[in-house]
């Protein structure tokens, strides 16, 4: 009888720490809403479905415990499919993907949102402030250790310092990770 409370308590602990390693995503439409209640800035994934590194980063970064728990802190964390079909109502103008065609394999139309905000490669990581403006977008597949330094400077508003590329330089070369 013990045996099986103490197995039952570790997979319970392990379920527990399974459920803190990921990240709570949402969609862009609940994400603006939210922040009418509770201003949290938003951290959102731009993938497509065919996007090998769109799947490490969800794998190997997003998985990762403490990239989770930052982000579930800091942020209101969006997924968003720039291929998908999804409307979205952002800054008074609703956005689809009219020429989105269903079915089909491989690469599809660019959502109109995804255009809007100029995303030219994927995956992309979009940051937006408490009233849902764009703050910049960061192109690429990043492992925690280099998506923590983006993660860090824009939770805790240390973009607004850095406005020329020797500030950039100098914040990256004094940034002491954690992750």
């Given at each position: 009888m013990k045996k099986v409370?103490?197995?039952a308590f570790v997979l319970i602990g392990i379920t527990r720490t399974s459920a803190q390693e990921t990240i709570n995503w949402m969609s862009m439409n609940e994400a603006l809403e939210a922040q009418k209640e509770t201003p949290k800035k938003i951290f959102?994934?731009?993938?497509?479905d065919w996007c090998?590194?769109?799947k490490l980063l969800d794998k190997n970064t997003f998985h990762n415990k403490d990239?989770?728990?930052f982000v579930n802190d800091n942020y209101y964390a969006v997924k968003f499919n720039?291929?998908?079909?999804?409307e979205i109502t952002y800054q008074d103008f609703t956005y689809t993907n009219p020429n989105h065609k269903a079915g089909r394999k491989?690469?599809?139309?660019?959502?109109?949102?995804?255009n809007a905000l100029k995303i030219t490669g994927y995956p992309t990581i979009v940051f937006f402030d408490e009233k849902g403006e764009l703050?910049?977008?960061v192109v690429g597949y990043k492992t925690p250790a280099q998506i923590e330094i983006f993660l860090k400077m824009i939770?805790?508003?240390?973009?607004?310092?850095?406005t020329t590329g020797e500030a950039w330089q100098e914040y990256q070369e004094s940034f002491k990770g954690t992750f």
């Open positions: 409370l103490l197995i959102m994934d731009v993938y497509t090998g590194p769109c990239v989770a728990k720039a291929e998908g079909t999804e491989g690469r599809n139309s660019q959502h109109l949102l995804a703050i910049q977008p939770a805790n508003d240390d973009y607004l310092k850095l």
